[in-house]
């Protein structure tokens, strides 16, 4: 599966994916060239290329993300962080998530985290 960490995603939790998971493929929207980006571009961007986004915006971005999938656009999926969960935690969530779903088993769904 492959993931687009969302401009608002601190590096430490990229790393700390990758470092369980080397072959995991994440790329940062700062990476991307996708900085600035609104949430329906970024949507459009992910669903394009394949990627799940990966977000800490859970008040604006998975609205986007639910209208895309109800208009019949693609979304392969948004995975919605809460602030208040520490990185360990959300690094473990994310791996249950990853490691329990099947290749475009996320299309059209918001995953909210902490579990």
Known sequence: ??????????????????????????VSARDAGLLGWSDPELLQ???????????????????FAYKRAEQGNPMPGVIAIRLSAPIGQIVEDL????GASLPGELEGQVIYLPL
Request: negative net charge; proline residues 6%.
């Open 1 to 26: 599966m492959k993931l687009l960490a969302d401009e608002n995603i601190e590096p430490q939790l990229i790393r700390g994916l990758l470092r369980r998971t080397p072959d995991l493929d994440v």
């Open 45 to 63: 961007w992910a669903a394009d290329q394949g990627y799940v986004v990966i977000t800490y915006d859970v008040s604006t971005m998975p609205n």
């Open 95 to 98: 791996l249950i998530v990853l």
